[in-house]
């Protein structure tokens, strides 16, 4: 079993910044990537952003050069830190892991980010 916790979720004004973190644990031997996808009220979820253990990262284009996403292979850990958020951010945000030569996406419950004034 892989557990993923996340946090750093709450309410943010348009403008401002927050700072999401994820923490893996359990089964987690061969991981090819950690990263975030979120999901907004009656939308699909969609990719944010998303880092190899290699190195190489993935932004979804909504959010390239405001958010940037770190990881630390090891431990086990991934940040997302958000700048200059918009309304538009509002939606619930997962960590997801998977592993490599797997296509099983682990998924953490979630976090809220809200961003209104």
């Known amino acids: 079993q892989v557990q993923l916790v996340e946090s750093g979720g709450g309410l943010v004004q348009p403008g401002g910044s927050l700072r999401l973190s994820c923490a893996a644990s359990?089964?987690?031997?061969?991981?090819?990537?950690m990263g975030w996808y979120r999901q907004a009220p009656g939308k699909q979820r969609e990719l944010v952003a998303v880092?190899?253990?290699?190195?190489?990262?993935n932004y979804a284009d909504s959010v390239k050069g405001r958010f940037t996403i770190s990881g630390d292979n090891a431990k086990n850990t991934v940040d997302l830190q958000m700048n200059r958020l918009k309304p538009e951010d509002t939606a619930v945000y997962y960590c997801?892991?998977?592993?490599?030569?797997?296509?099983?996406?682990?998924w953490g419950k979630g976090v809220l980010v809200t961003v209104s004034s």
């Open positions: 997801n892991l998977r592993k490599v030569s797997s296509s099983v996406n682990y």
């Open positions: 359990g089964n987690i031997f061969n991981i090819y990537s």
């Open positions: 880092s190899t253990r290699g190195g190489s990262t």
